[in-house]
């Protein structure tokens, strides 16, 4: 099973970014890969190709992870690209308010996890909500000249709160990735 662990998107947020990222898509001229809007999420760990016997572990990870842990809000602020926007492959939406939140509950996972055998990540957490990625045919520069107009907090700018944890499956298809969750976990209330 391919796996990973994420938070997943309130109906509301998702209907305002699905309205946010067709404006880019109608003003951004290049060959990009739009994230579908069922498929947005914030990842908290990508766990790649799995047994299903370490299903179980993951599922009690979850459970200690939000049994210790408060419901927060997280707001959507502007735009962002991996690795930098001047040379942008992957393109994001930044987290503000909750970021601290957010790493603080990546950490407490991590460490939770890695006690548990699985190995731990190489790369710094960084919270955020993948939109699109370059393709071989993406022209980078002018694809950072497209987006110098919607950097600014106030083309994305909306809050949520962050009520659960879930562990999804990656399904690959020929029409893209489809993503099921297969287990969630609700973090305790403020």
């Given at each position: 099973?391919?796996?990973?662990?994420?938070?997943k998107?309130?109906?509301?947020?998702?209907?305002?970014l699905?309205?946010?990222i067709?404006?880019?898509?109608?003003?951004?001229?290049?060959?990009l890969?739009?994230?579908?809007?069922?498929?947005?999420?914030?990842?908290?760990?990508?766990?790649?190709?799995?047994?299903?016997?370490?299903?179980?572990?993951?599922?009690?990870?979850?459970?200690?992870?939000?049994?210790?842990?408060?419901?927060?809000?997280?707001?959507?602020?502007?735009l962002?690209?991996?690795?930098?926007?001047?040379?942008?492959?992957t393109?994001?939406?930044?987290?503000?308010?909750?970021?601290?939140?957010?790493?603080?509950?990546?950490n407490?996972?991590?460490?939770?996890?890695?006690?548990r055998?699985?190995?731990p990540?190489?790369?710094?957490?960084?919270?955020?909500?993948?939109?699109?990625?370059?393709?071989?045919k993406?022209?980078?520069?002018?694809?950072?000249?497209d987006l110098?107009?919607?950097?600014?907090?106030?083309?994305i700018?909306?809050?949520?709160?962050?009520?659960?944890?879930?562990?999804?499956?990656s399904?690959?298809?020929?029409t893209?990735?489809?993503?099921?969750?297969?287990?969630?976990?609700?973090?305790?209330?403020?």
């Amino acid at each position: 099973m391919r796996l990973f662990i994420a938070i997943k998107l309130e109906k509301a947020c998702r209907d305002y970014l699905k309205d946010r990222i067709s404006i880019l898509q109608e003003n951004i001229n290049q060959d990009l890969k739009w994230v579908k809007t069922e498929n947005l999420h914030i990842t908290m760990k990508f766990l790649g190709e799995l047994p299903v016997s370490k299903k179980a572990l993951l599922e009690n990870s979850i459970d200690n992870l939000t049994k210790n842990s408060e419901q927060r809000e997280a707001s959507f602020q502007g735009l962002g690209a991996f690795p930098k926007i001047n040379y942008p492959k992957t393109l994001f939406v930044r987290i503000g308010k909750g970021s601290d939140f957010l790493k603080g509950l990546y950490n407490s996972l991590e460490e939770n996890l890695t006690n548990r055998g699985f190995k731990p990540d190489k790369r710094k957490y960084t919270p955020h909500l993948t939109i699109a990625r370059s393709s071989r045919k993406t022209d980078i520069k002018g694809l950072s000249a497209d987006l110098n107009s919607f950097t600014g907090n106030d083309f994305i700018n909306i809050e949520m709160p962050v009520k659960r944890i879930c562990l999804m499956q990656s399904i690959l298809k020929r029409t893209g990735p489809e993503y099921r969750e297969i287990y969630s976990c609700t973090l305790k209330e403020r």
